[in-house]
């Protein structure tokens, strides 16, 4: 079992900032992708970023890889999403998730998934 808990989330004016937390916990060691969704209200879950447990390597969805980045602290067990220079569309739940295989593109490939946290994004 893994558990996953998102944080970070809130109200934040177009053209700011946030940094979304993701804690990783369980049996995840052999877990390597750890990605980054999204679902706005009556639309699908959407991907927006990965990266590899191990050795750093990232991937972003073309609609967000000029604004959002992912990282990782390994020692805290904690992936991150930091938002930058947001737009209303990013309203959503963002979720955090893990996939054995890093790079698997199926949504079936990610496993386990957190709760969610809201972003909304308005003035």
């Known amino acids: 079992q893994v558990q996953l808990v998102e944080s970070g989330g809130g109200l934040v004016q177009p053209g700011g900032s946030l940094r979304l937390s993701c804690v990783v916990s369980g049996d995840f060691y052999s877990y390597y992708g750890m990605g980054w969704f999204r679902q706005a209200a009556g639309k699908e879950r959407e991907y927006l970023a990965r990266i590899h447990w191990g050795n750093g390597n990232t991937d972003y969805a073309g609609s967000v890889k000029d604004r959002f980045t992912i990282s990782r602290d390994n020692a805290k067990s904690t992936i991150y999403l930091h938002m930058n220079s947001l737009k209303d569309e990013d309203t959503a739940a963002y979720y955090c998730?893990?996939?054995?295989?890093?790079?698997?593109?199926?949504?079936?490939?990610?496993?386990?998934w957190g709760q969610g946290t809201q972003v909304t994004v308005s003035s």
């Open positions: 998730a893990v996939q054995r295989l890093y790079g698997l593109t199926s949504f079936s490939s990610w496993e386990y």
